[in-house]
């Protein structure tokens, strides 16, 4: 089991940059593949990125692609995104979450577990 705290969100503006850091507290972290999902109000949890225990083969979701990247390292207990051009429709508390390497691939959010508190993220118009 890892235990996940995000943080970086905040309030930006549309273009803007951010990156949310994910920290994971535990020694079996570099055996999980990790991802981020995004809860906007009203709507479910999303699946945004994902990457492999070893921070290879990432995927993202359309709606991210081109805009976010995602990478871990390993020695700081650490998962990133880094998101540029900002959209208001990417307002959301993000969430960070750890998935067995098995089932690497997967976008459903009740495959991943162990989730953080999440950090909010607002995107001005």
């Known amino acids: 089991q890892v235990q996940l705290v995000e943080s970086g969100g905040g309030l930006v503006q549309a273009g803007d940059s951010l990156r949310l850091v994910c920290a994971a507290s535990?020694?079996?972290?570099?055996?999980?593949?990790m991802g981020w999902f995004r809860q906007a109000p009203g709507k479910e949890r999303e699946f945004v990125a994902a990457?492999?225990?070893?921070?290879?083969?990432?995927y993202y979701a359309d709606s991210v692609k081109g805009r976010f990247t995602i990478s871990r390292d390993n020695a700081k207990n650490t998962v990133y995104l880094r998101m540029n051009s900002l959209k208001p429709e990417d307002t959301a508390v993000y969430y960070c979450?750890?998935?067995?390497?098995?089932?690497?691939?997967?976008?459903?959010?009740?495959?991943?577990?162990?989730w953080g508190q999440g950090t909010q993220v607002t995107v001005s118009s």
């Open positions: 535990g020694r079996t972290f570099s055996n999980y593949a």
């Open positions: 979450a750890a998935i067995p390497p098995h089932m690497y691939g997967s976008t459903w959010a009740a495959d991943f577990g162990s």
């Open positions: 990457i492999t225990s070893t921070g290879g083969s990432p």
